[in-house]
């Protein structure tokens, strides 16, 4: 079976090695001309972890990413009020990795290269349309830049995997609209700094009026002992001005550093970190509304341009995973190809769906709220309603499928 994936993104990347080690013809077309690591910092969460163990790959990251040992949730005060711990730390059979996304997708990009062969990923092709009958799918790509047609490509399957703004989604959904603002605007940066607590920590901070999430990137240099350390501040603000969805529009960091100059704590020092800062790039946070379906005949989508979803509980790249191994299961297990997408659709949608409208609702960052809804002057450690924020956080794990018991019965395999 030939398989075409249109995107190399982390997502259409992960799928052409689960699909490669099971023996599919595949091919990747991605948008740019080079690939660079571009971006900030991602979480991948142990479920998604399992599928890259299955792939060979956690020797890769484990030279280039922190296990992240802990989440600990504080108000703007500094106090914490929850440590959970996390990955191999809280007994999961695999890790959770927090990694620069470009490195990943560099990391992702170099492997395909040498299992698929580089003659079968092609930088410089953007999907502009495609169109399909009973016997095969034919995706035409242009160049980006200039709008000139470059080539068609006649496959048995074709994976949309190009992102938010996905031409193949809207050729599927043509009046479907604009992404959907959500009302606050997140400020990204990396820092090279001194470690913070115990050096793979992750941290959430404040409320979602005015938040801030940090962890470490990168390991701790050994002569100058610093540390790659990467943050990103969330605002809330109604009328953000162009709510275009770019990684990597800079802006200056006045602004940050007027709003958090008084979040300096013995274990961290906010306004520091910031001004450390190489750059800051503004990003609105949006999503999309979930899609009743994904798949149409030999077709379907993957990653964000199926379900985008908010940054929230670290699941955009995680659920990109997860739908590649679903994916690869669902061609392996059916005789056609239009049998395996629907029965992909089947699965995935309704499980992407919960989580993008449960993110929508502050996932697990809830708890910040609660705890700055109840004590806006800070709490004595009697106060803090423990029972009720574990049963969040596990509420949270069940929805996103992380929960430990559950994975923990999976192997090394994809489904």
Known sequence: MKITIAGGGIGGLIAALCLHQNNFEVEVYESVDEI???????????????????????????????????????????????????????????????????????????????????????????????????????????????????????????IGCDGIHSASRQQCYPNEGDVVYSGNILYRGTSLMKPFLNASSMVMIGSNRQKMVVYPIGKVDEESGLQLINWVANLKEEHPGTQERDWNKKVNNAFLLDKYQNWKYDWL??????????????????????????????????????????????????????????????????????GALVEYDRIRVPETAKIVLQNRKKGPDAILDLMEDRFPNGFTPAQIPKEEIEETMKKYKEIAGFDIQSLNEKGKHLS
């Open 269 to 338: 020092d906010v306004y520091e970190m910031i001004k450390k800062s190489s750059a800051v790039y503004k990003f609105p946070m949006s999503d999309r509304d979930p899609l009743p379906k994904w798949t149409f005949g030999r077709f379907t989508l993957l990653g964000d341009a199926a379900h985008p979803m908010y940054p929230i509980g670290s699941n955009g790249a995680s659920q990109a995973i997860l739908d590649a191994a679903a994916l690869t299961t669902s061609l392996i297990s059916n005789s056609s190809a239009e």
């Open 36 to 158: 660079k690591p571009l971006g900030v910092g991602i979480n991948l969460l142990p479920h998604s972890v399992r599928i890259l163990d299955y792939l060979d790959l956690l020797p890769h990251l484990e030279k280039i990413a922190v296990k992240t040992s802990d989440l600990i949730y504080s108000n703007r005060h500094g106090q914490h009020f929850l440590s959970d711990k996390r990955g191999t730390f809280a007994g999961y059979k695999w890790p959770q990795f927090s990694i620069h996304r470009g490195y990943f997708q560099q990391l992702l990009f170099d492997i395909c290269c040498e299992r698929l062969g580089s003659n079968r990923i092609h930088t410089g092709h953007h999907l502009s349309h495609f169109d399909q009958d009973k016997n095969a799918i034919r995706a035409h790509f242009i160049n980006r830049n200039t709008n000139q047609s470059i080539c068609t490509v006649e496959s048995d399957v074709l």
